[in-house]
């Protein structure tokens, strides 16, 4: 029956198969297809999603292994009828995902085929394209694997649920079984998950906005999701759905689904509700699981829709104590300081964030993320677009010990034994209103040609006049804007940068680095970050990545484990001498109120310009915590929200982190080392060499007078407390602050460019803000550091 190779041919011709051997093996392989392709039409079943796509609990531990909360199944699926779903929420979804949803066999072949061939490149499939399509899917949750077979298996389901199923039923099935995000499977769940109505009462902008979030509430849910992505922000994630809701209506008017006059209605976002109406996840223990979440997620092991359906075990960091002592220091400053009734235009909007890092794994031990996770929305512990101020300060030490100044003469561009690595002894002028300079010695000057002046908290010059040299130590121990902005010029600010992220700080949290304020803290990294760079110290210069879970496990045994990861970001040498300066500043500088008695401390104060952010971080050898504290709108329906000032919030008459911050870091801390055995940093090694050498300074103010300073009244323009410098609104009575061929002159009457604390010069780019939104420019100075400057912090 089979002549091949072929007997009556000879040569090439004898392994040519006949057109009849060629005819016979494709009709022999197209009937075995359809063969095939008939046998599993008639094995697969229509899937029953009420029996299939359930939610389980996820159980969340503390570090000690007790239970936390079990949550995540909680909403579970709600299912109703077709009539309860309204007809807008139907043609929305069909208007936007499969307008020949009625007409159409229930597959699309383009939308298959570019599922394998991604699959084959070892994608994601990208899932059904028909409603039909994503209900099948939706319905085998049992089995969401990656696969060629599982692929082929939902075709086949989606053929036969096509056939045999009415229309009207498949939509209703799929939108019952959809995930809209905040754990809620299904229309009637996701309804009160984000309106607190039933289904069958939604609008059509409602139902346009429900049908954004299918495709995928991370990026298109208004409460953000930053834990998971910084760029799902609240406003970014505000702007996509209302995008995607207004294209919704638009195409729903298009396909005559829904009358112009109606659609006209509907042009802003519904108003939407908090994202935890769960009371067993109120307090702080939200927070801590949306911390953990995020971090599950980010492993890769497990997917977020995953996640959602539960049946995980997941063991995190916290240590209930210290999360309930760290709320309770927090609460206890609250209550004594904070009164909104008595100071309406001071004391409302304020809040605290905080996080406390294990220098020796990462491991995040306790968070502050707000007064109640089910009634304020963002984890303050996380990226608030809070500026640090001059908590920044030590990395500008840091990467002048690392990498040293640079050599005048030596070019912009210079290796490493070009530079003068310095010691914490060199000499650099604390003088107000100073005229700042390029490494070189040339007056620095923004792409409008107009000069930076440094201005220092107080506007008070720091050191014996006239040239107010004072070592580096004391600019540290007093927080001196001037001193650390020309130290970051010196070294070169990308050098800075280079060393804030080897600590340990988000690239992506670095703002304004091509201005001399960026030394000074007008970068917003979270409490989170800054606890754990600060940790690299702690560790003689070994960083670690903060993280909040150390296991996961399902009914299959252990999806993850976190292994600790050290590299060495700076030597011994230069960390341990970073800390001997931190510890000058807790023993006799702005951080006096942080000292723990019998325990070395070391740690920085700071404050921001306009007074719109203070903060304290600060470690011993066992534990690094940082604790932040500003004012801020917490209210969604507000456009346009900033940060706003702290002058007279607590009846003080400037909030800087040597006063709440540091009081909150204390109490916490005290309490948190409890039972803990005091240990000692290791003794630095000499380093570096003393540049800008003069005779020694005279002495310079006490702790107490330079408290003072900080604590000066409002100017017209406000600048930050530690080493931040602010624009300053109103010529100087000499030199103004950009003005060009200005010889220096006396500096009293002078409106200088940044006050002692630093932290919101010439930023060129607005960071987010606790519910996403970036900062006015009068906090951080010019967006293009045309005009604007450096504003001080209060140290």
Same mark, same amino acid.
């Given at each position: ?707 003072? #300073?900080? /604590? *000066? +009244? @409002? =100017? $017209? &323009? %406000? !600048?930050?407390? #530690?080493? /931040? *410098? +602010? @624009? =300053? $609104? &109103? %010529? !100087? ?63």
């Amino acid at each position: 029956m089979i002549d091949y190779p072929r007997c009556d041919r000879d040569g090439w011709r004898r392994w040519m198969p006949s057109w009849k051997l060629v005819s016979g093996l494709c009709i022999g392989f197209f009937g075995t297809m359809v063969a095939a392709a008939g046998i599993a039409y008639a094995m697969v079943g229509v899937p029953v999603v009420a029996e299939t796509a359930t939610a389980q609990n996820n159980v969340y531990y503390w570090a000690d292994g007790s239970q936390m909360v079990a949550t995540g199944g909680e909403r579970n699926r709600q299912s109703v009828n077709l009539a309860q779903i309204p007809l807008a929420m139907r043609n929305a979804v069909i208007s936007q995902e499969n307008k020949t949803f009625y007409s159409d066999s229930g597959i699309d072949p383009k939308g298959i085929a570019r599922a394998v061939f991604n699959m084959a490149k070892g994608g994601d499939t990208q899932g059904g394209s028909t409603i039909t399509q994503q209900y099948v899917k939706n319905a085998m949750l049992n089995d969401q694997s990656q696969t060629i077979s599982r692929k082929v298996k939902e075709i086949f389901v989606s053929i036969k649920v096509g056939a045999e199923e009415p229309k009207d039923k498949i939509l209703e099935g799929y939108l019952n079984s959809a995930y809209y995000g905040r754990g809620a499977y299904g229309i009637q769940a996701a309804a009160r998950a984000y309106f607190n109505v039933d289904a069958v009462d939604l609008n059509p902008g409602q139902c346009a906005f429900l049908s954004a979030m299918l495709k995928g509430a991370t990026y298109y849910d208004p409460a953000g999701a930053t834990s998971i992505d910084p760029a799902a922000t609240p406003e970014a994630n505000s702007e996509r759905a209302h995008r995607q809701m207004q294209d919704t209506l638009d195409k729903m008017v298009e396909y005559e689904h829904l009358s112009q006059e109606d659609r006209a209605k509907y042009t802003e976002l519904p108003k939407v509700e908090n994202p935890r109406s769960n009371s067993q996840l109120g307090g702080q223990i939200g927070y801590l699981v949306d911390l953990a979440k995020a971090s599950v997620i980010k492993t890769g092991k497990v997917t977020q829709k995953q996640l959602e359906q539960g049946g995980y075990s997941i063991t995190t960091t916290f240590e209930k104590k210290k999360v309930e002592e760290l709320e309770a220091a927090v609460k206890k400053v609250y209550k004594k300081n904070i009164d909104p009734e008595k100071r309406p235009e001071t004391d409302t909007h304020v809040q605290f964030g905080g996080a406390s890092v294990d220098p020796q794994t990462g491991a995040i031990k306790a968070i502050y993320g707000g007064q109640d996770a089910t009634k304020h929305f963002t984890n303050n512990a996380d990226v608030t677009g809070a500026q640090v101020g001059s908590t920044f300060k030590p990395f500008v030490l840091a990467a002048a010990m690392k990498w040293g100044v640079r050599d005048p003469e030596g070019g912009e561009i210079q290796p490493q034994d070009e530079r003068t690595v310095i010691s914490p002894k060199s000499l650099y002028s604390g003088k107000n209103n100073l005229k700042i300079n390029n490494y070189d010695g040339t007056i620095w000057e923004n792409e409008e040609g107009k000069q930076w002046r440094q201005e220092n908290d107080g506007k008070e010059s720091i050191g014996d006049p006239p040239d107010y040299k004072i070592d580096l130590r004391e600019a540290m121990r007093l927080s001196v804007n001037s001193a650390f902005v020309q130290l970051g010029m010196d070294v070169g600010l990308d050098q800075v940068k280079e060393a804030a992220v080897d600590a340990g700080l988000l690239e992506g949290s670095l703002a304004g680095s091509g201005y001399p304020s960026f030394s000074i803290g007008v970068s917003d990294p979270s409490a989170i970050r800054m606890a754990g760079s600060y940790a690299t110290f702690a560790e003689s210069g070994k960083q670690r990545e903060p993280y909040s879970v150390t296991k996961v496990t399902n009914k299959d045994g252990t999806v993850y484990t976190h292994t600790v990861k050290t590299k060495q970001a700076f030597t011994a040498k230069v960390a341990d001498n970073v800390t001997d300066v931190l510890k000058t500043v807790v023993e006799d500088g702005t951080g006096t109120n942080a000292q723990l008695p019998g325990r070395e401390v070391a740690g920085k104060t700071g404050t921001t310009d306009g007074n719109r952010s203070a903060w304290f971080v600060g470690y011993t050898p066992q534990l690094s915590t940082a604790v932040s504290m500003f004012r801020y709108p917490d209210d969604e329906t507000i456009k346009n929200r900033t940060f706003l000032e702290m002058y007279g919030t607590g009846g003080e008459k400037k909030i800087h982190g040597a006063s709440f911050p540091s009081i909150i870091w204390q109490d916490y801390m005290e309490d948190a080392l409890k039972g803990t055995k005091p240990e000692k940093f290791p003794k630095p090694e000499p380093i570096g060499e003393v540049i800008n050498d003069t005779p020694p300074p005279s002495p310079s103010p006490s702790p107490s007078e330079t408290e003072k #300073e900080e /604590e *000066t +009244s @409002p =100017s $017209p &323009s %406000p !600048s930050p407390s #530690e080493s /931040e *410098t +602010s @624009p =300053s $609104p &109103s %010529p !100087s009575n000499t030199c103004g602050v950009f003005e060009l061929n200005c010889e220096d002159g006396d500096n009293s009457g002078t409106e200088n460019a940044g006050n002692e604390n630093g932290g919101s010069g010439s930023s060129p780019s607005a960071s987010p803000s606790p519910s996403g939104t970036g900062e006015e420019d009068d906090s951080r100075g010019n967006q293009n550091g045309g005009s604007g400057f450096i504003a001080g912090q209060d140290g």
